[in-house]
């Protein structure tokens, strides 16, 4: 059935401003427009330039203008130009200015409208839209103001200070405006820490941070007193 959804492996969903939902998964972008019992297949492009790059989605976001980032498996990112009705691709780049990976995992927005990108292996990414600018962040040895790990699983963004969730290297806080990051990581030795390096998923309430690990359970950071509870 072409107009059943693409593939039953979903790892990212949005709403849009015309209340049409967005699906992404394992094989295909999946449209299912307001007050229809159909999806529409998007699928990867023969025509790379204005296509699809990669047919697995990692992440669907809606920007504030209403406009729709993907990020995908070893595709980069597809930004859908909806006047012209194509994708716009940005890819890694060994040379000038680019993305720094090709598997994107996450998008937050900014107050200035500018994005925040996480990517699996390789770093954080912060593109000026304006300027259409990349600037990444990555992992560096011995280096303690950089991000703890460059396989990004989840960011979530709170005025001037943006959480960074990681594999295998717990949560990072990064102040945007004093270029600063603060880890947090599991210490065994510590029942008050965080209990698992591997975090998926960040939801903030309140002075109180909800952060969902692979293999540590869920656990709440109170930002008042600085303290994990699991």
Same mark, same amino acid.
Request: charged share 25%; glycine share 10%; proline share 1%.
């Given at each position: 059935n072409s107009h059943s959804l693409s593939h039953n492996n979903i790892r990212s969903m949005a709403l849009d401003? $015309?209340?049409?939902?967005?699906?992404?998964?394992?094989?295909?972008?999946?449209?299912?427009?307001?007050?229809?019992?159909r999806f529409t297949r998007i699928t990867k492009s023969e025509l790379v330039t204005t296509g699809l790059t990669d047919k697995s989605i990692r992440s669907v976001f809606i920007d504030k203008r209403g406009s729709l980032w993907l990020g995908t498996y070893y595709g980069g990112i597809n930004y859908l130009d909806e006047n012209y009705n194509r994708f716009i691709n940005y890819?890694?780049?060994?040379?000038?200015?680019?993305? &720094?990976?090709?598997?994107?995992? &996450?998008?937050?927005?900014?107050?200035?409208? $500018?994005l925040w990108i996480g990517t699996e292996g390789d770093g954080l990414n912060f593109y000026d839209k304006?300027?259409?600018q990349f600037k990444s962040y990555q992992f560096q040895l011995g280096e303690l103001n950089s991000l703890s790990g460059n396989n990004v699983k989840e960011l979530l963004i709170d005025g001037d200070e943006l959480w960074i969730g990681t594999f295998q290297a717990g949560l990072n806080l990064f102040d945007i405006k004093k270029e600063k990051f603060t880890h947090y990581r599991n210490n065994p030795e510590n029942e008050n820490s965080l209990s698992s390096d591997?975090?998926?998923?960040?939801?903030?309430?309140?002075?109180?941070?909800?952060?969902?690990?692979?293999?540590?359970?869920?656990?709440?950071?109170?930002?008042?007193?600085?303290?994990?509870?699991?």
């Open positions: 401003k $015309n209340d049409d939902l967005w699906v992404g998964t394992f094989d295909g972008l999946n449209l299912l427009e307001k007050d229809q019992n890819r890694y780049e060994p040379v000038g200015n680019a993305l &720094s990976g090709d598997v994107v995992s &996450s998008f937050v927005e900014d107050d200035n409208g $500018n304006k300027d259409k591997n975090v998926y998923c960040l939801l903030k309430e309140d002075h109180l941070l909800w952060i969902l690990t692979y293999g540590g359970g869920l656990n709440i950071l109170d930002l008042e007193i600085n303290k994990f509870y699991n």
